[in-house]
């Protein structure tokens, strides 16, 4: 019997894409594809698990061992720091984390910033670049209402489409980085299934993104 590969996916629409990837690439698991409340499917015969996690945990599986291989966004690679290897950019999921702030917000230097995000090392990591002092306010969701209620300057947070920021009459400053997800890699998995793994980034380099698009 192949050993098996274990794989942690993102529940929801990246994760779907992502299985279609996987699926593409020669690592089916049709059990996946029945619409049920689980959240482990295996398929022997070609050595895959899945699990779908929340997006946010993905490196944490990968990280600690659970999970041999994920994918996580490059926000939380980027504000997390795991000890993984990032191998392959799936160039899906694709967006930024930017600066926002009100349409008519203009930067007094002299003034420590303050700054809303869920994101706080990133935004710690940007402002220390640009020698800004700010006064960092961690929030869990719904950023964008803490510049609209005065609870912050500006707001560190991903932009997809825009639309979010546009109906809250907010506008995008700056942008720090851009952002999509990243097939990342335990390092001992990577060494001691590194056939699986290389095997599997070469095909997902072959298929592309189209494949999920
Ligand atoms: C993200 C982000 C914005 C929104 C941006 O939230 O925090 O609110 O998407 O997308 P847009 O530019 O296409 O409008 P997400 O839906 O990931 O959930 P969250 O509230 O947990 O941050």
């Known amino acids: 019997m192949k050993p098996m590969l274990n794989v942690a996916l993102p529940k929801g629409r990246i994760g779907e894409k992502v299985y279609a990837m996987f699926e593409a690439a020669g690592l089916e698991c049709p059990s996946i594809r029945e619409n049920n409340r689980k959240l482990i499917f295996e398929n022997p015969d070609v050595g895959v698990r899945y699990f779908w996690v929340k997006p946010s945990d993905v490196a944490i599986y990968v ?53 809303a995000t869920k994101f706080t090392n990133i935004a710690k990591q940007y402002y220390t670049s640009l020698g800004r002092d700010i006064d960092i306010i961690h929030l869990n969701g719904s950023i964008e209402i803490a510049p609209i209620l005065g609870l912050s300057d500006v707001i560190v947070d991903i932009v997809e489409t825009g639309t979010t920021l546009k109906e809250n009459h907010l506008t995008v400053f700056e942008t720090i980085v851009p952002i999509s997800a990243r097939l990342i890699a335990n390092k001992s998995s990577f060494k001691f299934k590194n056939e699986a793994i290389e095997s599997i980034v070469k095909k997902l380099s072959e298929i592309g993104a189209d494949t999920a698009k």
Do not use: H, S, W
């Open 63 to 115: 990280e600690r061992g659970a999970a041999d291989i994920g994918v996580a966004g490059k926000d939380i690679l980027l504000e997390y720091e795991p000890d993984i290897y990032e191998l392959y950019d799936l160039d899906i999921g694709k967006c930024r984390m930017a600066v926002a702030a009100k349409e008519d917000f203009r930067d007094n230097p002299q003034k420590t910033l303050k700054v």
